[in-house]
């Protein structure tokens, strides 16, 4: 049996985003209108339920063509960043061991501290979590012990 999916955006919303589609469509300056609209979205301080699903589905949809002339091949609009505060930590350590390992490849940790940042919703600054990922916390030596034995079973399967 097929689920339902769950709807992003409700059809009122959507009307209202189509519209935008439209208006779009007939400016000489695509560019500097999409510039205009993200300016505005990003200006306002509180948004209703309508404004936020239309700032999301704008955001998912120009995400790529507002971030291209800047040099930016991939953007996660902040909605499709990982959210999960219970996990945020767990999910840091996660990758700080898979990093410790050079599971990831060979990237610093500045890097690192990067991908994380943009990726998941922490609360933390760019420095912040530099400063995060030199200091793994205890408590998640678990972690690290299970990547220990992964990467172990790993070289042996070779």
């Known amino acids: 049996m097929q689920r339902k999916q ?22 000489t300056d695509r560019s500097k209108a999409l510039y205009n609209m993200a300016t505005y979205l990003l200006s306002k301080d509180t948004l ?7 700032k999301n589905s704008f ?53 690192l501290a990067r991908i994380l940042v943009c990726s998941i919703d922490t609360g933390y600054t760019q ?7 030199r200091n793994p916390l205890p408590e998640f030596d678990f972690v690290r012990d299970a990547v220990n034995s992964l990467n172990k079973t790993m070289k042996e399967d070779k």
């Open 6 to 27: 769950k709807r992003i955006i409700s059809a009122k919303e959507a009307e209202s985003f189509i519209q935008f589609r439209k208006y779009l469509e007939h400016q």
């Open 48 to 54: 209703t339920d309508r404004q936020l699903a239309f």
């Open 59 to 111: 955001f998912a949809t120009f995400a790529r063509e507002l971030a291209g002339p800047c040099g930016c091949s991939e953007v996660v609009p902040d909605h499709l960043r990982i959210n999960n505060p219970s996990k945020t930590q767990f999910l840091i350590e996660l990758m700080l061991a898979l990093h410790s390992k050079n599971l990831l490849g060979d990237m610093p940790v500045t890097r």
């Open 127 to 133: 420095s912040g979590m530099v400063n995060r990922l």
